[in-house]
């Protein structure tokens, strides 16, 4: 680039380059806002995707007390870790639509994404204490008279 296409790009040489590389085989892919719409759509797809698994595998273990193969030697309250589970999957269903992957935050968006992420952290939790014992049964007070 010479003289003329510094003073043409506005006394920067970077910026005739960049007009250089736009003419050329490069500049072939979509740009800006389409490139932004396109992997908005692939964020929201996996995220959907995410939080509708961890509600299945949440759903299964409070129906049934299932939990996924991985998870099964520590987990030793499934009910709970499946109720866990549900309540994790509302809190980042929430926090995702409402918050991030809404766009700008606004008004009374930001706390409700917020309150997700609370609901989300709760959830998960409750997944954590479905790995420890439960409370022992209570039995009933043993009699203090002597048997006959």
């Known amino acids: 680039m010479g003289a003329v296409g510094a003073a043409a790009s506005g006394g920067l040489p970077s910026a005739g380059i960049g007009r250089a590389i736009v003419g050329s085989r490069l500049s072939r892919a979509p740009e800006g806002p389409a490139i932004m719409g396109a ?3 692939i964020l929201v797809v996996v995220s959907a995707l995410a939080v509708t698994v961890l509600a299945v595998g949440g759903a299964a273990g ?5 939990v996924a193969p991985w ?3 520590r987990v030793l309250r499934p009910r709970l870790w499946g109720w866990g ?4 999957a509302t809190g980042a269903t929430v926090w995702m639509f409402v918050g991030p992957l809404n766009g700008r935050p606004h008004g ?7 309150a997700g992420w609370v609901l989300f952290m709760v959830g998960l939790l409750i997944r954590i204490r479905a790995r420890r014992p439960g409370r022992a049964p209570r039995l009933p007070p043993a009699s203090t008279t002597a048997a006959s």
């Open 85 to 88: 589970s549900l309540i994790a």
């Open 71 to 73: 998870g099964r030697s």
């Open 39 to 41: 992997v908005h759509a």
């Open 108 to 114: 009374a968006s930001v706390y409700v994404a917020w």
């Open 62 to 66: 409070v129906a049934t007390g299932w």
